[in-house]
């Protein structure tokens, strides 16, 4: 069974980077579809940024636009968050995610079907 394992989280203060990263195993994710979702306290999991099979297109969501960068290697089974200028408001759990059954970017939560356990971001001074 495929697994997705999330890594990299930690706190930072505001305008600081992290990179996070989201390792497969169990298989190989190379023609699915793949994203980044968070989840704040109190708040519902919400889609971030999306990556198509081949790296061809990405998409983000308009409050990470110009700061954050999905990636992926596919050779290596890893699926990468670059986030610039970090902000509090980007405080949550990042999870990354799969939807085997598309190869091609989705927003839509319904879509994916594997989910990582989530790694924490907080972002303070």
């Known amino acids: 069974q495929v697994q997705l394992v999330e890594s990299g989280g930690g706190l930072v203060q505001p305008g600081d980077s992290l990179r996070l990263s989201c390792a497969t195993s169990?298989?190989?994710?190379?023609?699915?579809?793949m994203g980044w979702f968070r989840q704040a306290p109190g708040k519902e999991r919400e889609f971030v940024a999306t990556?198509?099979?081949?790296?061809?297109?990405?998409d983000y969501t308009d409050s990470v636009k110009d700061r954050f960068i999905i990636s992926r290697n596919n050779a290596k089974n890893i699926l990468y968050l670059n986030m610039d200028s970090l902000r509090p408001e980007d405080t949550a759990v990042y999870y990354c995610?799969?939807?085997?059954?598309?190869?091609?970017?989705?927003?839509?939560?319904?879509?994916?079907?594997?989910w990582g356990q989530g790694t924490q971001v907080t972002v303070s001074s």
């Open positions: 990556i198509r099979w081949n790296g061809a297109v990405v």
């Open positions: 995610a799969a939807a085997t059954n598309k190869m091609y970017e989705t927003r839509g939560r319904n879509d994916y079907d594997v």
């Open positions: 169990g298989g190989t994710l190379s023609l699915s579809a």
